[in-house]
C-alpha cells in the first residue's frame, strides 16, 4: 500500500527535497483555496439579501474560484477514471470471476462531489438522481452505443444477454435506452477522494486515491503503477488489517510487481523514473519509519528488474502477461 498512517516520530523522516518543498507549497495553496470556499456561504444560485453589502466584483471573483475547483476535481476524476479503467480491463483475466462491465465512461453522483462544491453541481447537473456523465472514451462500448456528455445514467440492465447490456439514460430530459457490448474488467471501486494527503490505499472493498496525490504524479503511466499496486493487493485478496512482518512485506512486493505489470497490459509506456515513486514514499514517512514494508533499497531493486522483465519481453515480442512471481 501506499499509506501515511504511522505512528513515529516526524524525526526519522528523510529531509524533505526542493522538489518536494514545492509540492507541499503547492498542495498547502490548493488546500488554502478549498478552505476558503468552505469559508463562504454556499454558492448562490440568485443573489441573497446577504449579499447586498458584497461588490459585484468579489461576487464574480467567488464564483470564479468555485468554477475554477469544480472543473479542477472533474479533470481529476476523469483522469484518474481512465488509468483505472484501462488497469480493469488488463487485469480482467486475473480478476476473475470477480469483474463487471467497463463501460469507457465516467458517470458521477452528486453525493461523489465534495461537500464545498455540491451546490455547484446541481447548477451544472440538476437534482435528479443518477450518474451524471462528465467524460466518454473513445473507442470504447459507450462511445460506441453514443453515450453523450452531459446524459445521466439512470439504470444498467445485465440481465439480457452475456455480450449485451442495456443502458438507461437522460438526456435533456427525454428517456432513452442504449445497448452496449459488454467488455469485462475487475469489478473492484476506484475513487477519487479530496485529501490533502498524498496517499493511496485499499481497504479491501474499494481502493482510494487522493487529490494531493494525483496532482503529484502528472505522469499516467507511474499513477498507473501505483493504482495499479493497490488494484494488486484486491486481485490476491490481501488484507492491510492483517498481521506478521514477513507475510506484510511480501504482499507489498507482489503487489507492486502487479502494478507494474497491469500498467505494461494496459499499454502505458515503461516508467524508469523509479526514484519519483521511491521519493513518495519517503515524503509520506513510508520507509523506516514503516517495518512491515520492504525497504527502499530492495523495493528499488525490485521495481528495476521487474520493469527490465518486461522491457525484455516487449524487444522479444512476447507477450505481456500477469503471472506471479
Known amino acids: 500500500m501506499i499509506e501515511s498512517r504511522t505512528e513515529s516520530s516526524s524525526a526519522d523522516a528523510p529531509r524533505p527535497t526542493r522538489s518536494r518543498r514545492a509540492a507541499r507549497s503547492h498542495s ?107 467524460a466518454v472514451f473513445a473507442d470504447t462500448p459507450a462511445d460506441r452505443a453514443g453515450l453523450e456528455i452531459g446524459d445521466t445514467l439512470i439504470a444498467v440492465d445485465e440481465s439480457r444477454e452475456r455480450d449485451r447490456l442495456r443502458v438507461e439514460i437522460d438526456r435533456s430530459g427525454a428517456h432513452s435506452t442504449l445497448e452496449m457490448e459488454v467488455v469485462p474488467g475487475c469489478a473492484d471501486p476506484i475513487e477519487l477522494i479530496d485529501l490533502e494527503e498524498v496517499n493511496a490505499y485499499a481497504d479491501g472493498r474499494s481502493i482510494s486515491v487522493t487529490t494531493a496525490l494525483m496532482r503529484t504524479f502528472s505522469d499516467d503511466a507511474m499513477l498507473a503503477q501505483i493504482v495499479g499496486h493497490e488494484l494488486g493487493h484486491h486481485i490476491y485478496g490481501h488484507n492491510r488489517f492483517q498481521r506478521g512482518l514477513f507475510r506484510s512485506r511480501r504482499r507489498e512486493a507482489l503487489a507492486d510487481y502487479v502494478g507494474v505489470y497491469l ?12 526514484e519519483k515513486l521511491l521519493e513518495l514514499q519517503q515524503d509520506i514517512q513510508y520507509f523506516g519509519a514503516r517495518n512491515d514494508h520492504p525497504t527502499t533499497a530492495s523495493r528499488d531493486l525490485a521495481l528495476r528488474k521487474t520493469l527490465e522483465e518486461i522491457r525484455q519481453k516487449q524487444a522479444r515480442g512476447e507477450p505481456i502477461l500477469l503471472v506471479s512471481p
Do not use: M
Not at 500498467?263 to 523509479?274: H, K, M, R, V, W
Open 28 to 134: 498547502r495553496w490548493i488546500a488554502a483555496i478549498f478552505a476558503l470556499l468552505a469559508s463562504f456561504a454556499p454558492f448562490p444560485t440568485s443573489a441573497a439579501p446577504s449579499d447586498a453589502r458584497v461588490s459585484e466584483h468579489v461576487r464574480a471573483e467567488r464564483a470564479r474560484l468555485y468554477a475554477l475547483a469544480f472543473d479542477n476535481w472533474v479533470a481529476q476524476t476523469v483522469r484518474l477514471q481512465d488509468v483505472a479503467q484501462r488497469l480493469k480491463i488488463a487485469g480482467r483475466d486475473v480478476c476473475a470471476p470477480d469483474v463487471s462491465p467497463v463501460l469507457g465512461a465516467v458517470g458521477v453522483r452528486l453525493d461523489d462531489v465534495p461537500d464545498v462544491l455540491k451546490p455547484l453541481a446541481v447548477e451544472r447537473f440538476g437534482e435528479g438522481k443518477g450518474r451524471h456523465v462528465i
Open 263 to 274: 500498467a505494461a497490459i494496459a499499454g502505458y509506456p515503461i516508467a524508469t523514473d523509479t
